[in-house]
């Protein structure tokens, strides 16, 4: 068992399988050192979104946190099937989060952190990144949180 793996373990998570494209991308792009990772949807572990709906009318930040939690779990099963195993990631570059949320919403950081603070637990200091919050008016299936990442790989 990897030494990632052997964490996540600890941390009680089992990466799903990586959820395929639904129009014409693929899940991730290395391009040498880097994986680019396309937006990940907040799919739980049983294939459901774990929230659907915007922040600010009815979702509650604890609710789109966990959510991106999930997104950034989904990340990771990405980045397992690009790069055979995650302890080929070098560092966790950049996450860009997108969070469907009405017009006067502001809280996106805590609600971000969701995804920043597993890539922390899992990965250490590598897991530490630049990052971008972005409140949008939907996003498909009403994923109430879509998440993409930047990572350096061997």
């Known amino acids: 068992m990897s030494a990632i793996d052997a964490r996540l373990a600890e ?10 494209p639904v129009a014409n991308y693929v899940g991730a ?11 990940q949807l907040c799919f739980d572990g049983e294939g459901k979104l774990a929230s659907t709906g915007k922040l600010g009318a009815g979702v509650t930040i604890e609710d789109a946190r966990a ?3 999930y997104s950034a779990i989904n990340i990771l099963a990405q980045v397992k099937a690009a790069v055979g195993s995650l302890d080929n990631v070098v560092r966790i570059v950049r ?3 997108f969070f469907a949320a009405t017009a006067d919403f502001t809280a996106h950081p ?3 952190n969701g995804a920043s603070d597993l890539m922390v637990e899992v990965f250490g200091d590598k897991g530490r990144h630049a990052r971008t919050t972005v ?4 996003l498909p299936l009403d994923s109430t949180v879509e998440v993409e990442a930047l990572i350096e790989v061997a």
């Open 67 to 69: 959510a991106a939690r």
């Open 135 to 138: 409140g949008v008016p939907s």
């Open 11 to 20: 941390l009680g998570i089992t990466l799903p399988t990586p959820a395929a």
């Open 95 to 97: 996450l860009g989060g």
């Open 110 to 112: 805590p609600v971000m």
């Open 29 to 39: 792009v290395r391009t040498g050192n880097l994986l680019v990772v396309s937006g």
